[in-house]
């Protein structure tokens, strides 16, 4: 017999196209073997409490169907309960919608996800814990301030339903205001803050976000390590000609990069922020971020 999985739906991921594409998909997993239940998520942060009303009812092996937003919804639904108990797997199907995570293995998106399933490949990954001033939160792809985040946060807030437009809408307006800001924060190794102004900081587990962007490349979901990535005040002009840099991972060559593999980060900042985590925007006062070491069993 094969896999019994609880899949935690987004049915508006994609304009609606999660919920067209979910029962053919359903079926191919089906005839492979595999048995689903499905329940279908109503309003933002349904899907961490579906998550974790079925761990504390047992069930151990979940697919987020949606994009990044969906598994880290379901991610924190899973910690803290699941780090001293039984290590649960999260399966992916991006139905109509991207996963960032997911390209650490392929580019074949939907496919490469129902072959793992149907293959059963599970690979151990790290959960990165991030303590904050009201709370705690755990993700599996990246945290990240600065730049980066004040184009997220302005397509999350003006531009939400523009689609493609919203997003390079987004990108002009945050390269007009151009805000290039210190983060103090010091990781494992450094006795001092780094209070130097920057252009963004990223902290991940995987390589890529944004669907392409290759913000990490030296990135493992294994290695019981964070992945720093800091790009300093790089000028307006030099930004647009290094983009590309974005995208293949060559901008952590350019002089104003730094990167480094950590297990602990700690922050000293004045007042809450706004970050990306997982692409959900937020906004918080960061004040340490960690490593669970193969916390999560992850279908790739």
Not at 9 to 28: C, D, F, H, I, Q
Not at 160 to 185: C, D, K, M, Q
Request: contains cysteine; proline residues 4%; glycine residues 10%.
């Amino acid at each position: 017999m094969g896999q019994s999985y609880f899949a935690i739906v987004n049915p508006a991921a994609g304009g609606g196209r999660s919920r067209k594409l979910l029962v053919p998909t359903l079926e191919r997993l089906r005839a492979g073997g595999i048995r689903v239940e499905i329940a279908e998520t109503r309003a933002r942060g349904e899907a961490t409490t579906l998550a974790r009303d079925a761990y504390q009812a047992g069930v151990r092996n979940f697919i987020a169907v949606g994009g990044d937003g969906t598994s880290y919804e379901i991610v924190n639904g899973l910690y803290p309960q699941a780090f001293s108990a039984e290590r649960p797997t999260l399966a992916f199907l991006p139905l109509g919608t991207g996963n960032s995570f997911l390209r650490d293995f392929s580019h074949s998106g939907v496919e490469y996800a129902i072959e793992s399933l149907l293959a059963g490949r599970r690979r151990a990954c790290d959960v990165l814990r991030l303590g904050h001033r009201t709370g705690v939160i755990h993700f599996i792809n990246l945290l990240s301030m600065g730049f980066s985040a004040d184009v997220a946060t302005l397509r999350a807030r003006r531009f939400s339903h523009w689609g493609e437009l919203g997003y390079r809408a987004s990108i002009f307006l945050t390269l007009a205001r151009f805000n290039r800001r210190p983060f103090p924060v010091r990781v494992e190794g450094e006795t001092e803050f780094d209070r130097r102004r920057c252009l963004f900081l990223t902290f991940s587990n995987s390589k890529f976000t944004g669907g392409t962007m290759m913000i990490a490349p030296q990135a493992e979901i294994n290695d019981g390590l964070v992945e720093y990535v800091r790009w300093g005040p790089i000028g307006r002009l030099g930004l647009i000609r290094n983009l590309p840099g974005l995208y293949d991972g060559t901008h952590i060559q350019h002089p104003l990069a730094e990167r480094k593999a950590v297990r602990s980060v700690r922050f000293n900042l004045d007042a809450p922020i706004d970050v990306m985590v997982d692409g959900e925007v937020l906004t918080l006062h960061c004040e340490e971020l960690d490593v669970l070491p193969g916390a999560l069993n992850v279908v790739a």
